[in-house]
């Protein structure tokens, strides 16, 4: 008998990829949606790259329904996204464009399948940036499609939204992720200021469980310092 479902939007990503292996390590029953499949998964539903944003999500829908059986969601966890620098001297609306894609697109499929699928109580987490939180001069498309992502989740968290009753949402706000990618580029930097990546994995597993559970519509920074991590509360 495994512990519940969890649904990971973005899951073929380092984060995401970490936090597929954490709950199949505490033996729950985890779904990947991405770009492509990761093999930890119980199942994968693979994004079509190029479809419009309609499409992704009657795709989306489509797959997790006949995924689940009949069977409703613990969690769903949106950890998909990517970044883009830039100002609005070259290439804004070709790195916004991007930026919705990665963000906003994978943020609002995942509430529709949680107004779908999850159960009463059930999580729906999704990712916004502590920069975001501010302007963002030097990655204009970025700063925008984070900060509509905090926007999605106060809406979500309101009267109405068609979430199941007694649902969470919350955002996490991170800073910097220790990621390979990350000590690629920036080899140089202070990885204490870095979150580890487990962290992150084992706090969604908490809030999943019901354990520490912010306020409903929650944007919830990550601030790591000397490789310890707090969650400071975002006004």
């Not at 999500?57 to 830039?86: F, M, P, R, T, Y």
């Not at 779908?116 to 059930?122: D, T």
Request: proline share 3%.
């Amino acid at each position: 008998m495994v512990n519940g479902k969890v649904l990971i939007y973005g899951g073929r990503g380092a984060l995401g990829a970490t936090c597929v292996q954490y709950f199949k390590n505490n033996n729950w029953w985890v779904g990947c949606i991405d770009l492509a499949e990761n093999e930890s998964a119980d199942c994968n539903i693979v994004v079509e790259r190029d479809a419009d944003w309609v499409t992704q999500e009657q795709g989306v829908l489509s797959k997790v329904e006949s995924s689940l059986n009949g069977d409703k969601l613990d969690a769903v966890i949106c950890v998909a996204g990517g970044w883009a620098g830039g100002n609005a001297k070259k290439d804004l609306a070709k790195n916004s464009d991007l930026m919705w894609k990665q963000s906003v697109w994978s943020s609002a499929i995942s509430a529709t399948v949680g107004a779908n699928h999850l159960k009463a109580g059930g999580l729906l987490a999704l990712t916004g940036a502590n920069p975001a939180l501010a302007g963002t001069p030097g990655m204009i498309g970025y700063g925008m499609a984070k900060a509509a992502v905090h926007q999605l989740t106060k809406s979500l968290a309101g009267k109405d939204s068609g979430l199941p009753e007694n649902s969470l949402v919350v955002s996490i706000l991170p800073i910097t992720l220790d990621t390979p990618m990350n000590r690629k580029w920036m080899p140089n930097a202070d990885f204490g200021t870095w979150t580890p990546l487990e962290f992150i994995a084992e706090l969604f597993h908490k809030w999943t469980t019901g354990s520490d559970r912010p306020t409903n519509g929650s944007l919830v920074k990550l601030v790591t310092e000397n490789a310890k991590t707090e969650l400071v509360f975002a006004e």
